[in-house]
């Protein structure tokens, strides 16, 4: 079972840090911040990972005694917490989609492409985006971001992951919009 964790916006490290010296111990499988690739800024060739959604942690445990019992060991995890000491169980389909678009081991969003369409409408070619252009709600062309609005415990959220898009050119040359 997949579990959400509420942090405080910008403690998601801290709150990882804290909670792995017991996860283990408390019969936690896997514990992570969930991650998006973007593009880092002025063209550096290091790929920047930030967390996909703000104040995000995720736990896969047997059941939610696991998680309630790694929260009440971690030292000092209470003044880290959003929401008190608890873990909402998330959704099959929130679960099948964060799934699908990271991997054990290594939960980052990887960054995708696309190009405008006619009409406006994105078109995702490659990534993990690709097929997923419902869930884009705008796109930040010069930051290479997509805002996507998914929901984690039956709460939407906002999340931000890599996405690159460019005017699709016609045979001409000229810029189709």
């Not at 992570?32 to 973007?38: H, I, K, L, S, T």
């Amino acid at each position: 079972m997949w579990f959400a964790i509420n942090v405080k916006p910008g403690c998601e490290e801290r709150a990882l840090a804290l909670l792995q010296e017991q996860a283990l111990l408390d019969g936690l499988e896997e514990l992570f911040v969930p991650r998006a690739q973007m593009a880092s800024p002025r063209g550096e060739s290091v790929p920047l990972e930030e967390p996909l959604a703000a104040g995000l942690l995720v736990a896969v445990a047997p059941s939610k005694r696991e998680v309630r019992a790694a929260l009440r060991h971690a030292r000092g995890i209470d003044e880290l917490l959003l929401d008190g000491p608890g873990a909402a169980e998330m959704e099959p389909g929130e679960v099948a989609l964060l799934g699908e678009l990271t991997r054990p081991g290594r939960r980052t969003v990887g960054f995708s492409e696309g190009h405008v369409g006619t009409g406006g409408q994105i078109e995702v070619v490659s990534g993990p985006l690709c097929g997923r252009e419902g869930l884009i709600r705008r796109v930040r062309h010069r930051g290479k971001r997509a805002y996507v609005r998914m929901t984690v415990a039956g709460q939407e959220v906002d999340a931000q992951v890599g996405l690159r898009v460019t005017c699709k050119r016609n045979s001409v040359g000229a810029a189709t919009t």
